[in-house]
T-cell receptor
Framework: AQSVAQPEDQVNVAEGNPLTVKCTYSVSGNPYLFWYVQYPNRGLQFLLKYITGDNLVKGSYGFEAEFNKSQTSFHLKKPSALVSDSALYFCAAYGGATNKLIFGTGTLLAVQP | NAGVMQNPRHLVRRRGQEARLRCSPVKGHSHVYWYRQLPEEGLKFMVYLQKENIIDESGMPKERFSAEFPKEGPSILRIQQVVRGDSAAYFC?????????FGPGTRLTVL
């Protein structure tokens, strides 16, 4: 079965420090990978995607993600966290011949001032 | 810049009533997806529709739930005889180039 895993329910980081939100996937074929962010009582906003090409993908708000095929991972990173980055982050993937976007369970990022 | 629109934003129903959730995709998008988000969980796919067609409803409960996307007007997710377990946030998305654009969601509360 195809799946996306986010092993951390919550990540705490101090403002100004680098952050990483982890994601691993299990899909057939070449994966199409995504990160979305959800602020309280809002819908999901697209951050970035990996379809093909450079393994390091840059997205909105200074976020980037690194595709690692051997580790089947797509971790989200930012060099310097802001308090305003505090939100719920979802990793998602398409795999195989499907239009279904499979989501991880989400990771709550809390950035302390 | 009209994105995906959903209404109502909040809906309260008593057990046994019907809930109707509406979604208007981004202008020009003809594919609509419905997802359900339960507390402490990620988004679960429910159904994928194109205009006048259900393409994939593998995530829809077999009973009480139905969805449509008519030629004219918004997509409708309909839940008949709601139960407390239906309380959740329901998100609609439309897509372009593999990127899904989500609406703000409808938060359904069943009393």
């Amino acid at each position: 079965a195809q799946s996306v895993a986010q092993p951390e329910d919550q990540v705490n980081v101090a403002e100004g420090n680098p952050l990483t939100v982890k994601c691993t996937y299990s899909v057939s074929g070449n994966p199409y990978l995504f990160w979305y962010v959800q602020y309280p009582n809002r819908g999901l906003q697209f951050l970035l995607k990996y379809i093909t090409g450079d393994n390091l993908v840059k997205g909105s708000y200074g976020f980037e993600a690194e595709f690692n095929k051997s580790q089947t991972s797509f971790h989200l990173k930012k060099p310097s966290a802001l308090v305003s980055d505090s939100a719920l982050y979802f990793c998602a993937a398409y795999g195989g011949a499907t239009n279904k976007l499979i989501f991880g369970t989400g990771t709550l990022l809390a950035v302390q001032p | 810049n009209a994105g995906v629109m959903q209404n109502p934003r909040h809906l309260v129903r008593r057990r046994g009533q019907e809930a109707r959730l509406r979604c208007s995709p981004v202008k020009g998008h003809s594919h609509v997806y419905w997802y359900r988000q339960l507390p402490e969980e990620g988004l679960k796919f429910m159904v994928y529709l194109q205009k006048e067609n259900i393409i994939d409803e593998s995530g829809m409960p077999k009973e009480r739930f139905s969805a449509e996307f008519p030629k004219e007007g918004p997509s409708i997710l309909r839940i008949q005889q709601v139960v407390r377990g239906d309380s959740a946030a329901y998100f609609c998305a439309s897509s372009l180039d593999y990127i899904k654009y989500f609406g703000p969601g409808t938060r359904l509360t069943v009393l």
